[in-house]
């Protein structure tokens, strides 16, 4: 079975300007999170859907938004790039809201120059 | 105070010996606790879960919940080259973690000397 598929694996952006990420869950999963990782630090939760809904939304701007799609997968956007958001940003999946665990895709890593 | 800490490392230890990496968390509400392995330029992989105190064991690791000192930690036995990694220490609400909301630490780089 394929794992958590992210598209693009990398990107090269320039400030202001507003990039989208995509993400297939596990076949069968419903929930999809996304995460920004700073080099040197751990993940940060960002969002996270459910049967299309928003069930949680972390620290971060308004720039930052996401959907998910009626066959689960998801993207994020987020507009007005600036340099700090150079990241690995990681979806991962889980097949429901609550019990069992999340998987990771490989990550879209983003640079904003 | 950092909800989830870890201690940086690097973390150096010999082929064969036991590596031991420690976490903290601040939150008393929290219920369940993972160990994330990350190379570098990879994405994280789950190694452990532990919801319940005390030791869970799965193969070579080990990992240990104390709730009452907000204290988790893996034991990696008979440590391997291969091991040779980030580890990062996450924190969630729920049992399981699937609402998303895990809290991952700094990570704990490990290098395993052969």
């Known amino acids: ?113 | 105070q950092k909800e989830v800490e870890q201690n940086s490392g690097p973390l150096s230890v010999p082929e064969g010996a036991i590596a031991s990496l420690n976490c903290t968390y601040s939150d008393r509400g929290s219920q369940s606790f993972f160990w994330y392995r990350q190379y570098s330029g990879k994405s994280p992989e789950l190694i452990m879960f532990i919801y319940s105190n005390g030791d869970k064991e799965d193969g070579r690791f080990t990992a240990q919940l104390n709730k009452a000192s907000q204290y988790v930690s893996l034991l990696i036995r008979d440590s391997q080259p291969s091991d040779s990694a980030t580890y990062l220490c996450a924190v969630a609400k729920d049992y399981g973690g699937s609402q998303g909301n895990l809290i991952f630490g700094k990570g704990t780089k490990l290098s395993v000397k052969p």
Not at chain 1, 54 to 60: A, I, K, P, Q
């Open chain 1, 1 to 113: 079975d394929a794992g958590v598929t992210q598209s693009p694996t990398h990107l090269i952006k320039t400030r202001g300007q507003q990039v989208t990420l995509r993400c297939s869950p596990i076949s069968g999963h419903k929930s999809v999170s996304w995460y920004q990782q700073v080099l040197g630090q751990g993940p940060q939760f960002i969002f996270q859907y459910y049967e299309k809904e928003e069930r949680g939304r972390g620290n971060f701007p308004d720039r930052f938004s996401a959907r998910q799609f009626p066959n689960y997968s998801s993207e994020l956007n987020v507009n007005a790039l600036l340099l700090g958001d150079s990241a690995l940003y990681l979806c991962a999946s889980s097949s429901g809201v609550f019990g069992n665990t999340i998987y990771f895709g490989e990550g879209s890593w983003l640079t904003v120059v």
